[in-house]
């Protein structure tokens, strides 16, 4: 299949595909007489897995890693716990980061009501101090 099927089958765009692939974390693909890239089922497989990491908000330097370790099946898996537990790290800290601009928000929502006019706002006094 060309890129063009693959963009549609896998929901990524053409721009995104070609990205992955000068990244390194697709495999490059063959090519036809007429120079356009070919892809088969592995390479179906391969765009689900950098998808995946990336819906689990994976940098790609870590993706890269796994990829690495993906092909080296004899290898200890201590490597890719501890990069799990990393990103799991980083996405408390933002949950936290999250919970705590909820409370300042929810406290701009109550500085004012919405009979003021933009000279008495609550929120934009709020905002300057």
Not at 26 to 31: D, E, F, G, Q, Y
């Amino acid at each position: 299949m060309k890129i063009g099927q693959l963009s549609k089958v896998s929901g990524c765009s053409i721009q995104t595909i070609r990205y992955y692939e000068k990244e390194g974390l697709l495999n490059v693909p063959s090519r036809s007489e007429g120079n356009f890239r070919l892809y088969d089922e592995k390479s179906i497989k391969e765009l689900e897995f950098v998808k995946h990491c990336r819906s689990l908000d994976i940098p790609l330097s870590d993706i890269k890693a796994l990829l690495v370790l993906k092909n080296k099946p004899e290898e200890s898996c201590s490597s890719i716990n501890s990069l799990i537990a990393n990103q799991l790290d980083l996405v408390n800290k933002r949950i936290r980061e999250l919970k705590t601009l909820k409370s300042e928000l929810q406290i701009m929502k109550k500085a004012c009501s919405s009979g003021n006019t933009v000279e008495s706002c609550g929120i934009l006094t709020s905002l300057n101090s």
